[in-house]
C-alpha cells in the first residue's frame, strides 16, 4: 500500500477535516485518511494512490482549501519506480506472438498482421484495467479530454478496448471497427499530447493503476501508432 503525506492549508475545525475527509473516501482508491486539525498534515494510504492532481480537485472541491504542494512527500519505502519497462515487456511479447501467428502460412500479410495486433493488445489492455476499474477511471479523468467532463466514460472505457478486441478477433478486416478504434484512439492521443505538453506529472493509465508508468512522448508513440494503423487498414 502507497503511502502519501500532504499539507493542507485553510483547516479551522473538525467540521473542514470531515469534510475533506469525506471527499477523499469519494474516491476508491483512497483506502485511508488521517488529517491533523492543528497542523493540516494529512496522510493517505491506498493500493495505489491517485494523482496528486486527481487529490487536490477532491480537497478543493469542499471549501477554501488547497494543498502545499512545497510540503508534499511520497515516501520511498512505498512507492514503485515509474517505469516502462512492463509497457515494453507486453508490446514486445504482442509483437512476437503476433508475427509468429501471421508466418504460420508461411507469409506475412501486413494487414492480417495489424489485425492481429490490435486484438491482442486491446484484450490485454483492457484486463490490465478491468483489475481496478474505479481506480482506472480515476487516473484517466486526470488528462482525458472525455472523462474530464464525463466521469462514466471513465468506467465505459475498459469495455470499449474489450468489444474492439473482439472485433478484430471475429471480424478482423470491417471498416466500422477500423473507423471506431481511429477515432477512439485520436481521442485519446489529444489528451495525452496535452498533459505532455503541458508537462503535467501524471500516471499513464494505458495499463490500468498496476503499474505505475509516467506520461511522456513514449505514450504519444503508443497511442499514435494505434491510430495509424486503424487508418492504414480503413483506408486499404
Given at each position: 500500500?502507497?503511502e502519501?503525506?500532504i499539507n493542507i492549508?485553510?483547516?479551522?475545525?473538525?467540521?473542514?477535516?470531515?469534510?475533506?475527509e469525506k471527499?477523499?473516501y469519494?474516491?476508491?482508491?483512497?483506502k485511508?485518511?488521517a488529517?491533523d486539525?492543528a497542523?493540516?498534515?494529512?496522510t493517505?494510504k491506498?493500493?495505489?494512490?491517485p494523482h496528486?492532481?486527481?487529490i487536490?480537485?477532491?480537497i478543493?472541491?469542499?471549501?477554501n482549501y488547497?494543498?502545499?504542494a512545497?510540503?508534499?512527500?511520497?515516501?520511498?519505502?512505498?512507492?514503485?519506480q515509474?517505469s516502462?519497462?512492463?509497457?515494453?515487456?507486453?508490446v514486445f511479447y504482442?509483437?512476437?506472438t503476433?508475427?509468429?501467428?501471421a508466418?504460420s502460412d508461411?507469409?506475412i500479410?501486413?494487414?492480417?498482421?495489424?489485425?492481429?495486433f490490435m486484438a491482442?493488445?486491446?484484450?490485454v489492455f483492457?484486463?490490465?484495467?478491468?483489475?481496478?476499474?474505479p481506480?482506472?477511471?480515476?487516473a484517466?479523468?486526470s488528462y482525458?479530454?472525455?472523462?474530464a467532463?464525463?466521469?462514466?466514460?471513465g468506467?465505459?472505457?475498459p469495455?470499449?478496448?474489450?468489444?474492439l478486441g473482439?472485433a478484430?478477433l471475429?471480424?478482423?478486416?470491417n471498416s466500422?471497427?477500423?473507423?471506431?478504434?481511429?477515432?477512439v484512439?485520436?481521442v485519446?492521443?489529444l489528451?495525452v499530447?496535452?498533459?505532455?505538453v503541458?508537462?503535467s506529472e501524471?500516471?499513464?493509465?494505458c495499463?490500468g493503476?498496476?503499474f505505475?508508468l509516467?506520461m511522456?512522448?513514449?505514450t504519444?508513440v503508443?497511442d499514435?501508432?494505434?491510430?495509424a494503423?486503424a487508418l492504414?487498414?480503413?483506408?486499404v
Amino acid at each position: 500500500m502507497k503511502e502519501k503525506t500532504i499539507n493542507i492549508s485553510g483547516i479551522t475545525c473538525m467540521s473542514c477535516v470531515s469534510k475533506i475527509e469525506k471527499s477523499l473516501y469519494s474516491n476508491p482508491a483512497i483506502k485511508q485518511v488521517a488529517i491533523d486539525q492543528a497542523t493540516g498534515l494529512a496522510t493517505l494510504k491506498g493500493t495505489p494512490l491517485p494523482h496528486t492532481d486527481i487529490i487536490e480537485n477532491l480537497i478543493e472541491s469542499v471549501g477554501n482549501y488547497y494543498v502545499n504542494a512545497t510540503s508534499n512527500t511520497l515516501h520511498a519505502s512505498t512507492t514503485d519506480q515509474r517505469s516502462y519497462k512492463p509497457l515494453a515487456i507486453i508490446v514486445f511479447y504482442l509483437l512476437g506472438t503476433t508475427l509468429l501467428i501471421a508466418y504460420s502460412d508461411g507469409v506475412i500479410l501486413p494487414k492480417t498482421w495489424m489485425a492481429n495486433f490490435m486484438a491482442g493488445f486491446f484484450l490485454v489492455f483492457s484486463f490490465f484495467k478491468m483489475l481496478d476499474i474505479p481506480a482506472f477511471a480515476s487516473a484517466y479523468q486526470s488528462y482525458d479530454i472525455i472523462a474530464a467532463k464525463v466521469k462514466w466514460y471513465g468506467y465505459l472505457y475498459p469495455f470499449i478496448e474489450l468489444a474492439l478486441g473482439i472485433a478484430y478477433l471475429l471480424y478482423s478486416d470491417n471498416s466500422t471497427t477500423h473507423l471506431i478504434t481511429a477515432i477512439v484512439m485520436f481521442v485519446s492521443l489529444l489528451g495525452v499530447v496535452r498533459s505532455v505538453v503541458r508537462k503535467s506529472e501524471i500516471q499513464c493509465a494505458c495499463l490500468g493503476t498496476v503499474f505505475n508508468l509516467p506520461m511522456s512522448y513514449v505514450t504519444i508513440v503508443e497511442d499514435g501508432i494505434m491510430l495509424a494503423m486503424a487508418l492504414l487498414m480503413y483506408l486499404v
